[in-house]
């Protein structure tokens, strides 16, 4: 590897570290400039994953709310997913946590919160566009949850296939960050499995979400680049 390609990976590696910090607003700042780097230098995390063992998994707590929509349930998991990484949920504080070994847990965290805000936002601006005013109430609701419901199986898709082409860990690693992954899981006690329960879907929202979830950038390496105006923070 040339040496302008190292120094960039150890720039970034010092950056997912600071990701880790608990300053939300420094932690931010520093995941969004990781990801700026990954797009740029065209790398792929399993680039920046370093030649020693880890010996430990790390956790990332975000804000969620403490009632859980669906869209937003499907959303953690296609993040993680992509991620190498596991979720769990805390009602009572409002708190989603990312467990991840490495820098993954850092990069799922900040996805996370990016395509949170981005969804939110393109929801918005379907209600205001596209769905008559004088829909209220539940039907309005109705259509706003379908909406997310697609745009977010769009992008989960997405990041699968993307996941496919350019793999996050290196299957050397694979089976040590799962077991470390698991002995997270484990500590952290006894968890409660959320079933979904059915959805009634307006089937114009939801293919129109699918539509905008297309548009919303995905990039090799994080995944997530702001790859439009109207999708900034």
Not at 78 to 83: E, I, L, P, Y
Not at 94 to 107: L, N
Not at 199 to 219: E, K, L
Request: aromatic share 6%; proline share 3%; net charge positive.
């Amino acid at each position: 590897m040339d040496p302008k390609t190292t120094a960039v990976i150890e720039k970034i590696k010092k950056l997912l570290a600071l990701a880790n910090s608990s300053n939300e607003h420094e932690a931010a700042l520093a995941a969004g400039h990781a990801q700026r780097l990954l797009s740029e230098h065209n790398l792929a995390m399993s680039d920046i994953d370093t030649t020693d063992k880890p010996d430990s998994a790390d956790k990332i707590d975000v804000v969620v709310p403490k009632n859980l929509p669906k869209w937003l349930r499907y959303l953690c998991s296609g993040v993680s997913t992509a991620f190498d990484c596991q979720t769990v949920h805390y009602p009572t504080s409002g708190k989603m946590a990312f467990i991840g070994v490495g820098a993954d847990v850092a990069v799922a965290s900040y996805t996370f919160n990016y395509l949170h805000h981005v969804v939110r936002k393109l929801g918005r601006n379907f209600l205001k566009h596209h769905v008559d005013e004088r829909i209220t109430g539940r039907e309005r609701t109705l259509q706003q949850q379908s909406y997310f419901l697609g745009a977010v199986s769009t992008i989960s898709l997405r990041l699968r296939e993307q996941k496919i082409q350019t793999p996050i860990t290196s299957t050397a690693l694979v089976p040590v960050k799962d077991a470390l992954i698991k002995q997270a899981m484990g500590e952290l006690g006894v968890l409660r499995t959320v079933k979904s329960r059915r959805s009634f879907i307006n089937t114009h929202a939801y293919g129109r979400g699918q539509a905008d979830g297309r548009q919303v950038g995905i990039n090799k390496g994080i995944g997530i680049a702001n790859s439009s105006k109207n999708l900034t923070w």
